[in-house]
């Protein structure tokens, strides 16, 4: 059975950084896309960041670029998404996904993916 389990949100003020992890388990990632989401209070799913569990290859919103970073470590079956000079805007329930499609055009689209952890509450104040 596939879990993902988010840790690390919390509150910061504005300027100030986290570091979000994903724990994986329950099978093997190497063919999967795991992607980083986020939802806002009375919004829709926000895609974040994704990254190629097998290449490393990645990509961001363009909204975050520069400011988040994704990342992976294939040992111990966790993913990152370091945040940096978060923002008020940034506040959000943050999900860790799993896409067994893996790696393609689908990658920023909530729908592909098959997997979901329980998320983590990210508040940033003024």
């Known amino acids: 059975q596939v879990q993902l389990v988010e840790s690390g949100g919390g509150l910061v003020q504005a300027g100030g950084s986290l570091r979000l992890s994903c724990a994986a388990s329950?099978?093997?990632?190497?063919?999967?896309?795991m992607g980083w989401f986020r939802q806002a209070p009375g919004k829709e799913r926000e895609f974040v960041a994704a990254?190629?569990?097998?290449?490393?290859?990645?990509y961001n919103a363009d909204s975050m670029k520069g400011r988040f970073t994704i990342s992976r470590d294939n040992a111990e079956n966790t993913v990152y998404l370091q945040m940096n000079s978060l923002k008020p805007e940034d506040t959000a329930v943050y999900y860790c996904?799993?896409?067994?499609?893996?790696?393609?055009?689908?990658?920023?689209?909530?729908?592909?993916?098959?997997?979901w952890g329980q998320g983590t509450q990210v508040t940033v104040s003024s």
């Open positions: 996904a799993a896409d067994q499609a893996g790696w393609g055009p689908w990658t920023g689209d909530p729908e592909e993916y098959d997997y």
């Open positions: 990254i190629s569990w097998r290449s490393g290859n990645n």
């Open positions: 329950g099978r093997a990632f190497n063919n999967y896309a």
